[in-house]
């Protein structure tokens, strides 16, 4: 069983409701616009999908899947799809271990949820399974934080990090990649590297330290 104080354990379970009502819209509208416009349409897999707001440029073109390894999150995810007046196919999952066939996705995205897996072994489990899903030259767009992020440039790789709901204090584990890191995980995994950038809203000259690294690859 996984508990408070289990690194692993991220936290969603608890702040689910509170999340559903502060990060209402993606935080990545203009990158996942563009990703939405340049594949068109298909067969598409959302890893980590919370409450649902990063299907929305998907909406209407694409035929939606969700996983999710919160319970609490999956119920407002519903509340979202039905909200906006889409149609997802919702499981409560693992990244580690997606319950699809090999090769059935166009498609995918992950956004900001392939931090929160404790352990390399874990992490390179995560990116062999995205690869797994996809059909061979698809692709996926994936967002993580950034370890050069200003805020974290005395604490380390692995941080906890706080959300705060009305009676309460939730901590949440986070690893923090470098853009190297994420894109040799990837290669290893049998991908290969399009773009990796900064978040749209980042406009310094240098991307070592914007706060989220985006990526997109193919899988081969």
Not at 199 to 219: D, H, Q, T, W
Request: glycine content about 6%; proline content about 4%; hydrophobic content about 40%.
């Amino acid at each position: 069983m996984v508990t408070r104080k289990d690194k692993r354990y991220s936290g969603y379970e608890e702040i689910a409701e509170s999340w559903y009502r502060l990060r209402h819209r993606t935080r990545f509208k203009k990158e996942l616009d563009d990703i939405a416009a340049r594949w068109g349409s298909g067969k598409l897999l959302n890893i980590g999908c919370a409450h649902g707001p990063d299907f929305l440029p998907f909406k209407g073109a694409f035929e939606l899947y969700g996983v999710d390894s919160s319970i609490q999150m999956m119920k407002q995810a519903l509340r979202y799809a039905s909200k906006y007046e889409f149609n997802p196919y919702l499981v409560t999952a693992d990244a580690l271990s997606l319950p699809f066939a090999d090769h059935v996705f166009d498609h995918a995205i992950s956004i900001a949820a392939y931090h929160h897996i404790e352990g390399k072994s874990r992490r390179e489990r995560a990116f062999a399974e995205l690869r797994r899903v996809l059909k061979p030259g698809g692709e996926a767009f994936i967002t993580v934080w950034n370890r050069w992020q200003k805020q974290f440039w005395n604490r380390g790789k692995e941080v906890m990090v706080p959300w705060h709901t009305d009676n309460r204090t939730v901590q949440r584990y986070y690893y923090l990649f470098t853009y190297p890191e994420i894109a040799g995980l990837l290669k290893k995994s049998g991908f290969s590297i399009l773009k990796v950038f900064p978040e749209y809203g980042y406009r310094f000259p240098v991307k070592l330290f914007s706060r989220n690294i985006c990526i997109l690859a193919r899988a081969g």
